[in-house]
Every structure is written in C-alpha cells, then in structure tokens.
C-alpha cells in the first residue's frame, strides 16, 4: 500500500521505512502456531548439519535457488521466522490529523478505522511512551 486515505480525508503515506505512524498486530490465535512451527525448523535444521544434510534442509525449506545456500544458521532462522510472522500479521495506520487508526482486514488492501477516546493518544505507534 502506497496510500490510504483516512475517514478524515488526510492522505496516510507509506512509501518508505521505519515510519512513525505504522505498526503491525499479531492475532494471539496465532502466536503458537508461528513459534511452534518454527522451532519444529530450527530443531530439523540442527539435525541436518549434524548428519551433513543441511544443503537439502535449505532446499527443502527455502526457494532455492535464488535463495542462497551459504547463510549463517541465524540468517535462515531470522527469515524462517520472518516469514512466519509477516503471514500472520495485519498492517495498522495511525493518522497523523486526527488519531484514527486503521486496521488491515486480511490480507487485503482494505481497512477498518477506529477512533480515539481522547486527543492524547496521537502519536501511539512512534515507539515512545506517551
């Protein structure tokens, strides 16, 4: 998404990195099922390279190639990790006018906005404490 525009009318940009009024929310009902299955990968990649199979362990959970096949054990378990969580996840906005903060439904390029209680709370996804 390039650009959502708010209840409000304000236009919300989001055409580059860290950004201070975007975040992400995880569903708790899927907070297991990420962290279970990728420790099930994490024990199966141990057990390859303790039985020299760990380039078809790659294969077999990566798309290889263009997936490189010389990472370090912990680039493959950020990425296993990372795509884990990416899939689960949905994208959430807060606009910068007037607070309102906009949740992803599904996977989609739609989003359902809710309203602040008060005028305090802007600025919630900057990562400091208000």
Known sequence: MSKLKCKCGHIIFD??????????VLPDTKFDDIFSGTIEKIDDLSEATK??????WIKTNFNVPPYPIDLKDSSMIH??????????????YECAHC???AIQLGHTE???????????TKGILNG???
Request: glycine share 4%; net charge negative; aromatic share 10%.
């Open 110 to 120: 739609n989003f359902k906005f809710f309203n602040p209680d008060s005028d305090d």
């Open 128 to 130: 400091n404490d208000f």
């Open 99 to 101: 607070g309102r903060i």
């Open 79 to 92: 990425d296993l990790l990372s795509d884990k969580i990416i899939d689960s996840m949905k994208t959430i």
């Open 15 to 24: 055409q580059t990195d860290n950004l201070t009024n975007k975040g992400y």
């Open 51 to 56: 039985t020299n199979k760990r380039i078809e």
